[in-house]
Nanobody, 111 residues
């Protein structure tokens, strides 16, 4: 029932910005949390941040002050605003809810 699709990735220079989007359906945005994860080659999957049904957000220390998550319940969309990007942010980014992963989007930060 749950379907997720991340988009908006690309190649950016260090210090640049990207806005990722996730189109989500099949669950209640008011009742379930949804989060962003990332995985780089040779690395374990890392939780980046998530937003609960009531709008509370939880951030990884590595992205505090740089990344922001938001959602539009009516449109079924979740967003990840990524600012001040660093090379170590390079990874495939996924959105996940109810133990279901969507197709990821590649973010590459390089000069």
């Amino acid at each position: 029932d749950v379907q997720l699709q991340a988009s908006g990735g690309g190649l950016v220079q260090p210090g640049g910005s990207l806005r990722l989007s996730c189109a989500a359906s099949g669950f209640s945005f008011d009742d379930y949390a949804i989060g962003w994860f990332r995985q780089a080659p040779g690395k374990e999957r890392e939780g980046v941040l998530c937003i609960s049904g009531d709008g509370t957000t939880y951030y990884a220390d590595s992205v505090k002050g740089r990344f922001t998550i938001s959602k539009d319940n009516a449109k079924g969309m979740v967003y990840l605003q990524m600012n001040s990007l660093k090379p170590e942010d390079t990874a495939v980014y996924y959105c996940e809810t109810r133990d279901t992963w969507g197709r990821g989007t590649q973010v590459t930060v390089s000069s």
